[in-house]
């Protein structure tokens, strides 16, 4: 199976101030189709979770363009450019290149 | 509009059974891969298993082989997962997620396991 690690498991920053979240994958997500099936997903409190980023770097619909994907191989970073309140919450990466799907173990991002 | 509803969890003793529903509208259901996800209490996010558009392939993960089966029924937009044997450890929330990209999420229906 390939194990996603997310670092760091906590990030608190300032309200307007720019955070980053790291995926590290124990293989490449490159799959045979050549296409990397890396996802980003926020989840608040008692809420399912928010699919913000696919195959790497692609907004999901109504997604703002504050949030941002990057990386190749096996290293990813989620970056949002300037945090607003509604962003706190968990962020978990996942893979979809190869089954069973896995994800990171979570970051959460707090408020100072 | 995208909706996927789950029903169908609840309080089940260890060794019993469960059937999750997952009742999807605002899309064309047969065109799409399906999903199910669980999240033990505090914990992180697990997939459970996938459903190809015409049922013909499913894939789990090795902790449900054996024990739960998903299925599908496109003329009623469903999605269903019947679980057996069910343990302590699958205590959570289920939920069910449009394709294997998980672009669209139900709000979930609690299953917890004791006795």
């Known amino acids: 199976d390939i194990v996603m690690t997310q670092t760091p498991l906590s990030s608190p920053v300032t309200l307007g101030q720019p955070a980053s979240i790291s995926c590290r994958s124990s293989?490449?997500?490159?799959?045979?189709?050549?296409?990397?099936?890396l996802s980003w997903f926020h989840q608040r409190p008692g809420q399912p979770p928010r699919p913000l980023i696919y195959k790497i770097s692609k907004r999901f619909s109504g997604v703002p363009d504050r949030f941002s994907g990057s990386g190749a191989g096996t290293d990813f970073t989620l970056k949002i450019s300037r945090v607003e309140a509604e962003d706190v919450g968990v962020y978990y990466c996942?893979?979809?290149?190869?089954?069973?799907?896995?994800f990171g173990g979570g970051t959460k991002v707090e408020i100072k | 509009e995208v909706q996927l509803v789950e029903s169908g969890g609840g309080l089940v003793q260890p060794g019993g059974s469960l059937r999750l529903s997952c009742a999807a509208s605002g899309f064309t259901f047969n065109s799409f891969w399906m999903s199910w996800v669980r999240q033990a209490p505090g914990k992180g996010l697990e997939w459970v298993a996938n459903i190809k558009q015409d049922g013909s392939e499913t894939e789990y993960v090795d902790s449900v082989k054996g024990r739960f089966t998903i299925s599908r029924d496109n003329a009623n937009n469903s999605l269903y997962l019947q679980m057996n044997s069910l343990r302590a450890e699958d205590t959570a929330v289920y939920y069910c997620?449009?394709?294997?990209?998980?672009?669209?999420w139900g709000q979930g229906t609690q299953v917890t396991v004791s006795s």
């Open positions: 997620a449009r394709e294997r990209r998980l672009a669209y």
């Open positions: 293989q490449s997500l490159v799959h045979s189709d050549g296409n990397t099936y």
């Open positions: 996942m893979q979809a290149t190869q089954s069973p799907l896995t």
